[in-house]
């Protein structure tokens, strides 16, 4: 669970309301999150502003959360090619190149991704069975409470790959990310509006 309200990065990350240990696979989903991303965040006074996808934002400010600062990242692991989502392919993919190869981060709808993946991280950061079955029913769950359910995973690369098909398969899975979306002050007046018209 994520704690705090809004862009600001006040707040921890908690698992069973205890901080959680960032490493492992949920390190690794932060890392995801921040690198394979196009917003920005900024602070102007006491208020902190977005650039880009609204999404995009509330993932840089969960790595934040986890200690992590998205410039920092970009610096380590410089992007050399991406993807941008696409709403026919429901994805977006990055490539980064790393110390001895390059990695490749993908973020997008469950359906898509999941059958792309041939395993996961564990919370130690080890590579384990995936099982797509609880998988899915994590998404459910947390589809039923009114989140938007994003997959996260990677891929190791040659440090010469490209961002092909190829690139694309064989992923390792990360984790998911729910969010919550609460609709506008404005979008209740105008459906209110709406009904009593």
């Known amino acids: 669970a994520v704690g705090g309200h809004g862009y600001a990065p006040d707040g921890e990350i908690t698992h069973d309301t205890l901080p959680a240990t960032i490493a492992g696979a949920l390190r690794e989903c932060l890392v995801?999150?921040?690198?394979?991303?196009?917003?920005?965040?900024?602070?102007?006074?006491?208020?902190?502003?977005?650039?880009?996808?609204?999404t995009e934002a509330a993932l840089l400010v969960a790595a934040r959360k986890g200690g992590l600062d998205e410039h920092t990242l970009q610096a380590l692991y410089p992007r050399r090619d991406e993807l941008p989502f696409?709403?026919?392919?429901?994805?977006?993919?990055?490539?980064?190149?790393?110390?001895?190869?390059?990695?490749?981060?993908?973020k997008g709808a469950l359906e898509r991704l999941l059958p792309r993946c041939s395993g996961c991280l564990d919370s130690q950061g080890r590579k384990a069975p995936l099982d797509p079955a609880s998988i899915e029913a994590a998404a459910h769950a947390c589809a039923a409470q009114g989140m938007r359910v994003l997959l996260l995973a990677k891929r190791v690369a040659p440090a010469s790959q490209s961002l092909t098909p190829e690139a694309i398969d064989g992923l390792t899975?990360?984790?998911?990310?729910?969010?919550?979306?609460p609709p506008r002050k404005a979008a209740i007046a105008a459906i209110r509006n709406c009904h009593s018209a």
């Open 32 to 54: 995801a999150g921040a690198l394979c991303n196009d917003a920005g965040l900024s602070r102007e006074g006491q208020h902190w502003k977005i650039t880009g996808d609204p």
């Open 86 to 106: 696409d709403a026919s392919r429901q994805f977006m993919a990055t490539i980064h190149a790393g110390e001895d190869a390059a990695v490749v981060y993908l």
């Open 173 to 181: 899975l990360l984790g998911l990310v729910g969010m919550i979306d």
